[in-house]
């Protein structure tokens, strides 16, 4: 099976600018997670959709960062607009139940100059 | 306030020696602990996980943890260490729900031929 994916790998934009990043989970998982490592800092949890519905999106730093998964399969992260503190790495995660394993894609790294 | 927390940066390691990552917590009533893996350029991957029973927990890669209440540790260890096991290893607990978890700081590994 095709694992969690993320697009881009990399992405360098400048403040102000917005940026939009999507991941694509695993066939068939109703769970996904954002999750962002800042600046070498420890990985945070973002938000968690279950289906098309935000179970819990308390890690969401402020109103600049909008998560969505329309229909219940991709997701998308858009930062607007981007701030120096946003840069780092973005990971997206899956999971088939709330209580099975998470897989997680290869991440995004976003770089806000 | 629930934590986990990795004492090492980095951790250095002669290949074939056995190694050990360190990661302690606090954390709530029974504790839920995982080890993630971050190979280069690539996402985390579950390396293993306590729940209830045996505190020696054994996982992917020949990995095992032992959980150790009074010390409220969970080190990683493995007996003879590959070059190939040069990552960055994560140690995990949940908050507020299984997959919504907080991460220790990452350790480095790093296995010297």
């Known amino acids: 099976e095709a694992g969690v994916t993320q697009f881009p790998s990399h992405s360098v934009i400048e403040k102000g600018q917005t940026v939009t990043l999507r991941c694509d989970p695993i066939s068939g998982h109703d769970n996904l997670y954002w999750y962002r490592r800042v600046m070498g800092k420890e990985i945070k949890f973002l938000l968690h959709?279950?289906?098309?519905?935000?179970?819990?999106e308390s890690g969401m730093p402020n109103n600049r960062f909008l998560a969505e998964r329309t229909g219940g399969t991709y997701s998308t992260l858009k930062v607007q607009p981007a701030e120096l503190e946003d840069s780092g790495v973005y990971f997206c995660?899956?999971?088939?139940?709330?209580?099975?394993?998470?897989?997680f894609g290869n991440g995004t790294r976003l770089t806000v100059t | 306030a629930q934590s986990v927390a990795q004492p090492e940066d980095q951790v250095n390691v002669a290949e074939g020696n056995p190694l050990t990552v360190k990661c302690t917590y606090s954390?709530?009533?029974?504790?839920?602990l995982f080890w993630y893996v971050q190979y280069p350029n690539r996402g985390l991957q579950f390396l293993l996980k306590y729940i209830t029973g045996d505190n020696l927990v054994k996982g992917s890669y020949g990995f095992e943890a032992e959980f150790n209440k009074s010390q409220t540790s969970f080190h990683l260890k493995k007996p003879s260490a590959l070059v190939s096991d040069s990552a960055l290893y994560f140690c995990?607990?949940?908050?507020?729900?299984?997959?919504?978890?907080?991460f220790g700081a990452g350790t480095r590994l790093a296995v010297h031929p």
């Open positions: 959709f279950v289906k098309e519905s935000k179970q819990d």
């Open positions: 954390v709530s009533g029974n504790p839920y």
């Open positions: 995660a899956s999971s088939l139940t709330g209580n099975s394993p998470l897989h």
């Open positions: 995990a607990a949940p908050r507020g729900g299984y997959n919504k978890l907080i």
